[in-house]
């Protein structure tokens, strides 16, 4: 029997009750359908940070480095902890150090879902470059608190980290409808976007029987919501990745639907996953988090460990608990009964 030993990070606010609810379903799918998942708890987490002053301990990503994929929760507590330490001292440091350059983010309006567009057909699958670009980290300040001082963020796009999400968003395009949409601001950024745009085109003579077109983020923006059933899938930055899909989230219903993978497609280095919805504060031992989107990351998970089948029950089940009503409405439904209704719907 298959054996999979995952690191589970149930982080900040919600992050607790949602990895709980999706390592429940995964657990029981596990079971349903022949193979073991072994879970390993790490308190890493801005509580973390403020006991010990590191969001995660200096062995921590060679501690994540043994097991066979990372489900994280949320991380985040800006009333505590500035989200620039949060996200620099844990999510960033693990996406780059395993080199999980592919962030995907699959945006559909699930059964039983109204999403606020009249269009029925919304189905996109997002890439994000997830480990260079805006995020980089290049860059300082000097002259702080003065008159003078000066902020520098610098881009940085390599020929390899462009050419390999691109080439990895072809490969989706491929498997899906063979359409690829890539985007970037060439009009006004005229070397990094520029760069981009004629990577997209030498890769394109490759993928013959897949269409290529490429957009501005902001022309992207509106046809997101405009024309949305004209896209399959998405490939962009790492900033306007991560713009566009908090835009393919609130079109399909809401971040509680907001799943995601950041993957190591070499597959050196586990690939970890993750709701995108953040640590919501607001609504932190309220048990009111809509769980599913952690359980959809949890899907993306089996399916990279080559569970499909699993995978397919788990979004099956997602769906037959959302045909009821159940988790579409946010706040109606507590995070327990959404979970029991996925549960139901597996066995």
Same mark, same amino acid.
């Given at each position: 029997?298959?054996?999979?030993?995952?690191?589970?990070?149930?982080?900040?606010? %919600?992050?607790?009750?949602?990895?709980?609810?999706?390592?429940?379903?995964?657990?029981?799918?596990?079971?349903?359908?022949?193979?073991?998942?072994?879970?390993? &708890?790490?308190?890493?987490?801005?509580?973390?940070?403020?006991?010990?002053?590191?969001?995660?301990?200096?062995?921590?990503?060679?501690?994540?480095?043994?097991?066979?994929?990372?489900?994280?929760?949320?991380?985040?507590?800006?009333?505590?902890?500035?989200?620039?330490?949060?996200?620099?001292?844990?999510?960033?440091?693990?996406?780059?150090?395993?080199?999980?350059?592919?962030?995907?983010?699959?945006?559909?309006?699930?059964?039983?879902?109204?999403?606020?567009?009249?269009?029925?057909?919304?189905?996109?699958?997002?890439?994000?470059?997830?480990?260079?670009?805006?995020?980089?980290?290049?860059?300082?300040?000097?002259?702080?608190?003065?008159?003078?001082?000066?902020?520098?963020?610098?881009? %940085?796009?390599?020929?390899?980290?462009?050419?390999?999400?691109?080439?990895?968003?072809?490969?989706?395009? &491929?498997?899906?409808?063979?359409?690829?949409?890539?985007?970037?601001?060439?009009?006004?950024?005229?070397?990094?976007?520029?760069?981009?745009?004629?990577?997209?085109?030498?890769?394109?003579?490759?993928?013959?029987?897949?269409?290529?077109?490429?957009?501005?983020?902001?022309?992207?923006?509106?046809?997101?919501?405009?024309?949305?059933?004209?896209?399959?899938?998405?490939?962009?930055?790492?900033?306007?990745?991560?713009?566009?899909?908090?835009?393919?989230?609130?079109?399909?219903?809401?971040?509680?639907?907001?799943?995601?993978?950041?993957?190591?497609?070499? &597959?050196?280095?586990?690939?970890?996953?993750?709701?995108?919805?953040?640590?919501?504060?607001?609504?932190?031992?309220?048990?009111?988090?809509?769980?599913?989107?952690? %359980?959809?990351?949890?899907?993306?998970?089996?399916?990279?460990?080559?569970?499909?089948?699993?995978?397919?029950?788990?979004?099956?089940?997602?769906?037959?608990?959302?045909?009821?009503?159940?988790?579409?409405?946010?706040?109606?439904?507590?995070?327990?009964? %959404?979970?029991?209704?996925?549960?139901?719907?597996?066995?």
């Amino acid at each position: 029997m298959k054996s999979y030993s995952i690191a589970l990070i149930p982080g900040d606010g %919600i992050g607790g009750d949602v990895t709980e609810a999706a390592w429940q379903v995964l657990v029981t799918v596990a079971r349903h359908t022949g193979f073991t998942l072994t879970g390993t &708890r790490f308190p890493w987490s801005c509580a973390f940070y403020k006991e010990t002053g590191a969001m995660m301990p200096p062995d921590g990503i060679e501690t994540l480095r043994r097991f066979d994929a990372i489900l994280l929760g949320a991380v985040g507590w800006p009333a505590e902890v500035p989200d620039s330490v949060s996200l620099h001292g844990l999510l960033l440091p693990i996406r780059k150090a395993f080199v999980q350059y592919a962030n995907i983010r699959p945006h559909r309006l699930l059964v039983g879902v109204d999403g606020p567009l009249r269009a029925r057909n919304f189905d996109i699958l997002c890439i994000r470059e997830n480990t260079e670009g805006e995020y980089s980290g290049a860059g300082g300040r000097v002259h702080q608190g003065t008159a003078d001082e000066v902020a520098v963020e610098t881009s %940085i796009f390599t020929r390899t980290g462009v050419e390999r999400i691109l080439r990895f968003g072809f490969e989706r395009a &491929r498997a899906r409808r063979g359409k690829l949409a890539s985007v970037t601001k060439s009009n006004a950024q005229k070397y990094s976007m520029v760069f981009w745009d004629e990577i997209t085109q030498k890769l394109s003579s490759e993928y013959p029987d897949v269409e290529v077109t490429s957009y501005h983020i902001d022309a992207m923006a509106a046809r997101m919501v405009m024309a949305p059933d004209s896209l399959d899938v998405v490939v962009a930055s790492n900033l306007f990745g991560d713009i566009l899909t908090d835009l393919g989230a609130a079109i399909q219903g809401g971040l509680g639907f907001a799943a995601s993978a950041n993957i190591n497609p070499d &597959r050196t280095a586990p690939s970890m996953f993750e709701p995108v919805h953040g640590s919501a504060p607001d609504i932190a031992d309220l048990r009111i988090a809509n769980p599913i989107a952690a %359980i959809w990351s949890g899907a993306l998970m089996l399916e990279h460990l080559g569970e499909t089948s699993a995978a397919q029950a788990i979004m099956g089940a997602i769906e037959k608990a959302t045909a009821r009503g159940i988790g579409t409405v946010p706040g109606k439904d507590k995070t327990e009964a %959404i979970t029991a209704a996925v549960l139901a719907a597996l066995d």
